[in-house]
C-alpha cells in the first residue's frame, strides 16, 4: 500500500508497492473521523462528547481496503468540530463569529443549529465553546484545512479510473452514524434523491449490503451534504454515494472504543464492496 499526506490535514491510501501506486478504481472518503485536534481548538464540553461527535475509526475501516478493492482512500486528519468539509465553505453560523462576515452569506439551517462550518454546538443545547470566532480564524481554518481536503478529494476523483464496462468513476463518500434505538437501519445510502449518482448505483450497494444481512435505507434520514453534492455528476459519470454505517456495528458507543470482533465487520464489508465492483460491471 502506498501512502502520502499534507501537514496535519489528510492522508491518501493508494493500491500498490510503498514506492509506487498502481490505478485505482474506486475513491473512498472519511472527512469525520480525523482525531487530531489542532492547538487553536477550545471546547468546554467533556471529552466522550467530542469522541461520540467524530466519525471514530471509519479511517480504520476503510485504510486496509484500499489493496482489497484497488481503491484510493483519503481520511481528514483534522475533527469535523474544528471544521467540517461536508459543509458549504460559506455555511457560516454569525452566533459563532465575533464580528460580521465581511462577504454575503446566507445562514443555513444547520448553521441556526450551531453544526455549520465550524461546531458551535456539541448536543442540543449543549456549547461545544462558548469562544467566538474572528473572521481571520475561520478564514485560516478554510485555507489550511477545508480547502486542502476539498483539492485532494478533487485531485483523486479526476485520477480515478473508470470501471470496466462503461460504470463510470464510483466515489464512495463514508460516515458512522449513532444507532438506531429501533434498529431500522445499519446503513443509509444517500444519493441526493437520485441526483449525486444514478439510481442503479445506490440499488446496486443496496442489494450487496443485503446480501449480507444488512438492513438498509436510503435517502431516510441522511441523504447526503455537502461532499456527494459538490463531486456527483452522473451526467458526466462521476457517481458519488454517500454512506453511513451504525456505529454500533463495530464500536462501543459509551466508551468510543472498538468492539471485539470488529475486523470481521470489516473483512464483510470489504466482500460487500467487492460483490458491488463485481454487480456494477455486470450491469453494464
Known amino acids: 500500500m502506498y501512502k ?3 501537514e496535519s490535514v489528510y492522508e491518501i491510501f493508494y493500491p500498490g508497492s ?4 498502481v490505478p485505482y478504481r474506486l475513491v473512498l472518503d472519511s472527512p469525520h473521523s480525523g482525531r487530531v485536534y489542532p492547538p487553536d481548538f477550545h471546547y468546554e464540553c467533556d471529552d466522550l462528547d467530542l469522541i461520540n461527535a467524530e466519525d471514530r475509526y471509519v479511517d480504520r475501516l476503510l485504510v486496509p481496503l484500499a489493496d482489497r478493492i484497488g481503491g484510493a482512500v483519503l481520511c481528514a486528519l483534522f475533527p469535523r468540530v474544528y ?10 453560523d ?3 463569529l465575533s464580528e460580521p462576515w465581511p462577504e454575503p452569506y446566507e445562514v443555513s439551517r444547520r448553521a441556526r443549529e450551531g453544526i455549520g462550518l465550524i461546531r458551535r454546538m456539541i448536543n442540543r443545547g449543549e456549547l461545544l465553546s462558548s469562544r467566538k470566532l474572528s473572521v481571520d480564524e475561520v478564514r485560516r481554518r478554510i485555507a489550511h484545512y477545508y480547502r486542502p481536503y476539498h483539492a485532494a478529494l478533487a485531485g483523486l476523483i479526476e485520477g480515478a479510473q473508470p470501471l470496466a464496462g462503461g460504470c463510470g468513476i464510483i466515489h464512495l463518500n463514508c ?3 449513532p444507532p ?11 444519493d441526493r434523491n437520485g441526483t449525486s449518482c444514478a439510481p442503479e448505483v445506490t440499488r446496486i450497494m443496496k442489494r450487496a449490503l443485503e446480501a449480507h444481512g444488512f438492513r438498509v435505507a436510503v435517502n431516510d434520514p441522511y441523504k447526503g451534504v455537502e461532499i456527494v453534492r459538490r463531486y456527483g455528476c452522473p451526467q458526466a459519470g462521476i457517481h458519488s454515494l454517500q454512506i453511513e454505517m451504525s456505529k454500533d456495528l ?3 458507543q459509551r466508551q468510543g472504543k472498538i468492539r471485539r470482533g470488529w475486523k470481521g465487520f470489516r473483512e464483510t464489508f470489504a466482500e460487500v464492496l467487492i460483490l458491488f465492483i463485481s454487480e456494477m460491471k455486470r450491469a453494464q
Open 250 to 252: 463495530y464500536l462501543s
Open 175 to 177: 460516515h458512522s452514524m
Open 4 to 6: 502520502s499526506s499534507f
Open 83 to 92: 471544521i467540517d468539509p461536508n459543509r458549504a465553505e460559506d455555511d457560516h
Open 180 to 190: 438506531s434505538r429501533f434498529r431500522r437501519a445499519d446503513f443509509v445510502l444517500g
Open 18 to 21: 510503498v514506492s509506487v501506486p
Open 94 to 96: 454569525p452566533d459563532l
